[in-house]
Each structure stands twice: as C-alpha cells, then as structure tokens.
C-alpha cells in the first residue's frame, strides 16, 4: 500500500503562487504515477496533473496549463505542484493520488490517466480570494 501525505495548501490571493508537497512511501516499485486531483464543493472532481515516477510523462489538465508545473524528486520520493497564476476558480481541496498502472499515451500522443486512483492522501485545502 502507498501512503500519501500532503502538505502545502493554503490561502493566497489571485494572482499568487503556492507549492503543494507530496511525501509517498510503501510501494517497492517506482513504476506508477502521483498525481492531484482537485475537488471543489458543488464540482466534479478534476484531474489536474500527474507525473510517471519512472519515465517522467506528465499531464495536465487543459485548465491548469501553462500555470501549474509538477515535478519529481525521486530520491526524497517527493512530488510537488507548483501552481502559479492562481484563480479563485483554483479554490478546492487538492488530493495527492497514485495511480499504480500509470499514464497511457493515447491517439494523440498525449500521456493520461485512464482510471481512478489506487491510493488517497488526506488533502490539504487550497482557496484563492479575488
């Protein structure tokens, strides 16, 4: 089983940047994905990126392109989420997710989850005032 924990989130406002951690442990392989799905009351929850722990293939959800950046640091078995440029619209409880069958790259050669996650952590809220 993986553990998740989640650190990072808080209250910033538009415009501000913040950086979510994720600290995973108990898996004795490296070849799954992290990943942060978002969840806001009263929305689907929302993939909103995700990394291969072993071949680094990423994705991002169309909403939060060119503004958030996910990163690796396998040797602290750590993810982070670096969101930038941050909207009120970004407000939801973020969750750190494994995913252990990974990203598949589809027809249009993008990289993707195909399912819901293994694992949960316990989330950490982020919000965003105007």
């Known amino acids: 089983e993986v553990q998740l924990v989640e650190s990072g989130g808080g209250l910033v406002q538009a415009g501000g940047s913040l950086r979510l951690s994720c600290a995973h442990s108990?898996?004795?392989?490296?070849?799954?994905?992290i990943g942060w799905v978002r969840q806001a009351p009263g929305k689907p929850r929302e993939r909103v990126s995700y990394i291969d722990l072993k071949d680094r293939n990423i994705y991002y959800a169309d909403s939060v392109k060119d503004r958030f950046t996910i990163s690796s640091d396998n040797a602290k078995n750590t993810v982070y989420l670096q969101m930038n440029s941050l909207k009120p619209e970004d407000t939801a409880v973020y969750y750190c997710?494994?995913?252990?069958?990974?990203?598949?790259?589809?027809?249009?050669?993008?990289?993707?989850?195909?399912?819901?996650?293994?694992?949960w952590g316990q989330g950490t809220q982020v919000t965003v005032s105007s």
């Open positions: 108990g898996s004795p392989v490296d070849d799954y994905a």
């Open positions: 997710v494994a995913d252990m069958i990974g990203l598949r790259r589809g027809a249009d050669d993008f990289w993707r989850p195909i399912r819901d996650p293994d694992f």
